[in-house]
């Protein structure tokens, strides 16, 4: 058995005919035919049941059939992979990114990596964390920076170190502000107040606010906390956000809001940078993450 017979009889599987397979395969039917026959020689049974209308798989084809894919797929990689070993590092780099990231969304590393690399192309992708997630899952984004909370089967990381919560109102919003500290809260500072939530969040503030023996009464629910934010300055309520979500758009020169530090451990996240818990690394992906991380 070897590589050659292994990749043919895959393309056999899934054109469902030889001489289909044949004609993708640039070779001819009868060579095709004997390769085929060479490998069922050497397993000792047949692999596929040939019919008028084609060929099906028997049952030890069945079995061969994931094997194959999997052998021919990682012959692939590892071709790749020591092919630009020595040959410089081109290719794209694909990184998805929640909105409330962008303090720690790596522009200059970014830029840096360029440099070293001018052939390379840079995808970034905006989302929420359960989209991002699911992209990385199925390994249409290389690496994503996320949030918590979210469920980390099938992938591994670096996670930043934890931030607060902040609630955030309309400067000068006396509905919104009164009696409220200046600087941090706790959680019944906000008993009685109208917030306005990231919807992902949901769970985490209820159950936060509960266990501490209060109802939150929210009002809005979003899907992203620029939007928090925006509802916050237009006097809806209190938003609830991480702090870095406030200090990006402050950095941005936003200047009609204002926010105070909740002093809750439960309702503290942190941001990751995420990536397939069985991926190896392309070249370029593995020096972006030395740059970013120290990997």
């Not at 393309?11 to 640039?26: F, N, P, S, Y």
């Not at 840079?122 to 929420?128: A, F, K, T």
């Not at 918590?148 to 591994?156: L, Q, R």
């Amino acid at each position: 058995m070897n590589l050659k017979q292994l990749r043919y009889f895959v393309t056999i599987c899934e054109e469902g005919q030889i001489t289909a397979a044949a004609k993708r395969l640039h070779i001819k039917q009868p060579l095709l035919s004997y390769e085929i026959k060479q490998l069922e020689l050497e397993l000792e049974t047949s692999l596929f049941i040939r019919g008028p209308r084609g060929i099906s798989l028997t049952d030890a084809g069945k079995v061969l059939k994931p094997y194959a894919e999997q052998i021919t797929e990682l012959s692939d990689v590892a071709k790749t992979k020591v092919k630009y070993l020595d040959k410089g590092i081109s290719g794209s780099l694909s990184i998805g990114s929640i909105s409330s990231s962008i303090n720690k969304l790596p522009n200059q590393r970014l830029l840096k990596l360029k440099k070293y690399y001018p052939n390379i192309a840079i995808n970034v992708i905006e989302g929420n964390t359960y989209k991002l997630l699911g992209y990385l899952e199925k390994g249409l984004i290389d690496l994503a920076i996320l949030r918590t909370p979210f469920s980390s089967k099938g992938v591994i990381g670096y996670y930043f170190d934890k931030e607060p919560m902040v609630a955030v109102s309309a400067k000068n919003n006396q509905k919104d502000t009164v009696g409220l500290p200046d600087k941090y809260l706790k959680i019944d500072d906000l008993s009685n107040k109208p917030l306005i939530i990231y919807r992902r969040f949901k769970e985490l503030i209820e159950n936060t606010f509960r266990n501490l023996g209060f109802n939150p009464l929210i009002v809005v629910r979003c899907d992203d906390a620029r939007t928090a934010l925006d509802g916050a300055k237009v006097g809806f309520g209190t938003a609830i956000v991480p702090k870095s979500a406030i200090l990006q758009v402050e950095n941005e020169g936003e200047k009609d809001i204002e926010f105070r530090e909740i002093k809750e451990k439960a309702l503290e996240t942190q941001l990751a940078i995420m990536w397939r818990r069985d991926d190896s690394f392309n070249p370029l992906t593995e020096n972006f993450l030395k740059m970013f991380i120290g990997k």
